[in-house]
């Protein structure tokens, strides 16, 4: 017994230290960024195929390192989320994009805004609390603010997280499951969630012009999203192509570099809200 400790003692060598020491780093780095306003939302459009027009957008953190350029959010969630600081950042995340859909809402009532909301979020009650206090102080209407979880997050916490997920529709908030097809749940499963959307993941999306099986589950997941009553959002449309082949299916809403990149609120405003006829 006390070998096999030993053993495992043995993977604690210097690279894991150094490891370790690097992320303590960075979180500490990121800790003054988040002080100094050094982390930015951007926003990617979300175009509605069906009426040809604006949906809304989705809001996408991005960290603007002083020596290292814009880190990606795949780089310093998992990193917050392990520290159990996850929930710092959707605050600021979600503080943000209330204050600038209620801008765009003037210019364009009725625009939806989605808040990517972490997997472990859903079980603290007192976060849960927060986010739907501040969603019911901003000016903006019931269905207009979405907030966008993992199925993982579903299936970790069962119970925490319908829970969670019932005062979040309850308040008024739109949920959609993320990253859909990735899991291990069935649509029927989903179905029995408040809630309202299903994002496909762009994995089936990026190639589903040339990969004929990526091709039927989309078509498929398209149409048994409608059958259950649930609006069914794209993710990863990079071309004409998809889009077409999209539209084709019913699809009701896309996102993707095709339509736009992630862009600031003020592009945001300038390209999609000013010049984009109603
Ligand atoms: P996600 O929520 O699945 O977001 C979609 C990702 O795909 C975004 O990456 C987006 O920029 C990218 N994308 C959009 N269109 C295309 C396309 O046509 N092709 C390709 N290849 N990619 C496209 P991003 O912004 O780097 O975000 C990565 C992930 O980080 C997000 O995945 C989300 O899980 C997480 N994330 C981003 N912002 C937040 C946040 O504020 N809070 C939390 N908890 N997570 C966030
Ligand atoms: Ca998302
Ligand atoms: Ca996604
Ligand atoms: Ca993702």
């Not at 979180?27 to 951007?42: Q, T």
């Not at 012009?209 to 589950?217: L, R």
Request: hydrophobic residues 45%.
């Amino acid at each position: 017994q006390a070998f096999a400790a030993g053993q495992k003692w043995a993977w604690h060598n210097e690279e894991v230290d150094q490891a370790i020491g690097q992320k303590h780093n960075l979180l500490m780095e990121l800790d003054r960024s988040i002080e100094d306003g050094k982390l930015v939302v951007v926003y990617q459009p979300k175009w509605d195929l069906s009426a040809q027009a604006l949906d809304g957008a989705e809001a996408l953190v991005r960290w603007s390192h002083p020596d290292r350029g814009l880190i990606s959010p795949e780089i310093f969630i998992p990193l917050l989320e392990q520290a159990g600081r996850i929930d710092q950042l959707t605050y600021l995340v979600l503080r943000r994009a209330l204050n600038d859909l209620g801008a765009w809402d003037k210019r364009r009532p009725g625009l939806t805004c989605s808040v990517n909301i972490s997997a472990k979020l859903l079980s603290d009650s007192s976060f849960v609390d927060q986010a739907i206090a501040m969603v019911k102080a901003a000016a903006v209407s019931n269905g207009q603010v979405v907030f966008e979880v993992t199925e993982t997050a579903t299936l970790a916490d069962p119970d925490a997280s319908l829970l969670a997920l019932r005062q979040i529709r309850k308040a008024g908030i739109g949920i959609s499951i993320d990253d859909y097809g990735t899991g291990q749940s069935t649509i029927s499963y989903l179905q029995r969630l408040p809630i309202g959307e299903i994002k496909l993941d762009k994995s089936f999306v990026q190639s589903m012009v040339t990969d004929k099986s990526n091709q039927v589950i989309v078509k498929s997941t398209i149409a048994m999203a409608h059958e259950l009553g649930l609006k069914i959002v794209a993710e990863g449309i990079e071309d004409q192509q998809t889009m077409d082949l999209l539209m084709q299916y019913g699809c009701d809403i896309g996102q993707g570099w095709h339509i736009s990149k992630p862009v600031s609120s003020e592009i945001f405003t300038a390209v999609w809200l000013d010049s984009v006829a109603e």
